[in-house]
Structure formats: structure tokens, C-alpha cells
């Protein structure tokens, strides 16, 4: 039931779900990292404000075993200032790993503070990483006051060879991060993203109701009927980097009532050419050009 929900909600061209028009699902990545600090609890609100209808992020988990929101599974240099203001070179950012550490002491780095030289225009403020639960029950709550329901694109950050020293087994992260979901009361409007084929495989046979969506690299080569070979069932959607997109991928995915979810568009002409190919939500950096 949760799966079919999700489903429709990105398809709404397709048949059963009971839609006249194809409404794009706009969504904001790590919060919208253009204009905010990625993966913050600030960029979330902000994007919500922006009106887009799914907010995008990513997790870790911290050696106490508590879901983190972080792209990264270390202290990005780019982005990240110690306790005491300073900041860090790549390889000392490389060597603070989230799963060594306990989230009472990540939460003492700032992630919102240093000018980021990839996005000019990102507002500058104290942050930090936030607990899951904590994101969630603030998203929750603005956007309640607001009179919306918000949809979530979680992605489990797991990959091959990490397991046990960059994050805990794929089995384990996924269970934590869906405790999460689960008590937050978001399961019906998550599908949960991943490269790792382990994670998503996972996921389906723990939680088969729970939609999955399968992430590709600009490198893949494979049509989507053979990922679905690999992956061992059809997931509710396919995010595939956006230069790959192509009008038999898109053909393909909805034959099989698959979602198409490209990443991570920041081109406003290439958003208007996407939404014109068919594909059902945009990722981008900025939730301003939708």
C-alpha cells in the first residue's frame, strides 16, 4: 500500500492512479545546498518555504549508532569548522569518520559557517549535522503550520566495502534509519534511495511496502529492465544522473510503473527539458529555478 502511494504520487500519468495532468515533483537536494547549508534542518524549512514538495538528504549513522543527516561519512572540509572555529584540510575532514564518533561530539562541529567555493549564493549560519529524528520532527512541524504534507527522499549512503568502518552493516543501517522513519509517521510519503543494490535489496525484503529507488552513475551503461534483473525486483523509481536520461529510458520506467528521478539538475533549461521528456521529479541544488 505505502509503495503504490508513492508510486502514484510521482506517476500520475499513470493507469489506476487516477490523474488527469502530470504534476512534476519538485525536489530539493540536501535541502536545496545552492542556497542553504546542505543536509540542515534551516535548508529543509527554507525549501519548504520554496514550495518544493519533497525534500532530499542523506544518512549516516555515528559509532553510538544514532541516523545522522550527512552526505558525507567523514567532516567535508569544504563545509566544516572544529568546536573551536577552526578549519580542516581534506585529509583531516577524511580521517574524522561519523561511525568513529558519538553524535554528542559531531554535533560540536559547525557545517553552516565557512563559505562553500562550489555555491556562492548559499546563506551563511551556524549549523550543524542533525539527528534524523530531529529534521523530521521540525519538517513535520513547519510545514503543518504552513497547511502542507511534505514527501521525503531519503538516501542510506552505504557502499561496497564500507561496512564496518564507514557505517555499520547495510542490514543494521537500514533497520536504524527506518526506526526513524517509522516513528516519525513518514513511511507513506518516503521512498528510500540508494546506489548500494545491497541497502535497496534489503529494504525490499524487510520492508516490501516501503517504495525503494535505485540510483545510477553517469557511467551506467545497463537499461533499466536489466538493473531490475540485478536488483532482484522493480523499484518504485529510478533516479538516474540527469545526462543519461534518455526518451526509451523514460518509455521503459513507465511501462513498468517506474518513476524517473533525475539528479541533480541546476539548469533551469535543462529542468524545462526534463519536465518536457516526461520525467516524473527534478533533484536540484536550487529550489529556486522550479
Same mark, same amino acid.
Given at each position: 500500500m505505502i509503495r503504490t502511494v508513492i508510486i502514484c504520487s510521482l506517476l500520475s500519468l499513470s493507469a489506476g492512479c487516477? %490523474?488527469?495532468e502530470r504534476a512534476l515533483d519538485t525536489q530539493a537536494h540536501r535541502g536545496g545546498r545552492g542556497l542553504m547549508p546542505e543536509n540542515t534542518i534551516a535548508a529543509m524549512l527554507d525549501a519548504i518555504d520554496r514550495g518544493v514538495t519533497t525534500l532530499e538528504m542523506d544518512l549516516q549513522i555515528s559509532r553510538d549508532r544514532r541516523v545522522v543527516v550527512s552526505h558525507d561519512p567523514w567532516f567535508n572540509h569544504k563545509i566544516a569548522t572544529t568546536p573551536d572555529g577552526r578549519t580542516l584540510s581534506s585529509s583531516e575532514g577524511r580521517r574524522m569518520l561519523l561511525f568513529g564518533m558519538d553524535?554528542? #561530539?559531531i554535533r560540536l562541529y559547525d557545517v553552516g559557517l565557512k563559505p562553500h567555493p562550489d555555491f556562492p549564493r548559499q546563506k551563511k549560519m551556524a549549523a550543524v549535522k542533525p539527528l534524523l529524528a530531529d529534521l523530521l520532527r521540525e519538517t513535520e512541524r513547519y510545514a503543518a503550520s504552513k497547511g502542507r504534507t511534505m514527501r521525503y527522499n531519503i538516501e542510506?549512503? #552505504?557502499r561496497e566495502g564500507g561496512d564496518g568502518r564507514l557505517h555499520p552493516p547495510v542490514g543494521e543501517f537500514v533497520d536504524l534509519a527506518m526506526a526513524v522513519v517509522d516513528a516519525a509517521g513518514i513511511a507513506?510519503? @518516503?521512498?528510500?534511495? #540508494?546506489?548500494?543494490?545491497r541497502s535497496l535489496?534489503?529494504?525490499?525484503s524487510r520492508y516490501p511496502a516501503v517504495a525503494a529507488s535505485?540510483? @545510477?552513475? %553517469?557511467?551506467?551503461?545497463? %537499461?533499466?529492465?536489466?538493473l531490475w534483473q540485478v536488483l532482484g525486483f522493480v523499484p518504485a523509481a529510478l533516479s538516474p544522473e540527469y545526462t543519461t536520461v534518455t526518451e526509451q529510458m523514460i518509455a521503459l520506467?513507465?511501462?513498468a510503473g517506474v518513476a524517473v528521478v533525475p539528479w541533480t539538475v541546476n539548469d533551469r533549461a535543462e529542468i524545462v527539458r526534463l519536465t518536457r521528456m516526461g520525467v516524473d521529479a527534478i533533484i536540484s541544488d536550487y529550489p529556486d529555478l522550479f
Open positions: 487516477g %490523474a488527469q553524535y554528542d #561530539s542510506i549512503k #552505504s507513506d510519503r @518516503t521512498y528510500i534511495q #540508494s546506489f548500494d543494490m535489496q534489503y529494504l525490499h535505485l540510483l @545510477t552513475e %553517469a557511467d551506467e551503461k545497463r %537499461a533499466p529492465d536489466e520506467c513507465h511501462k
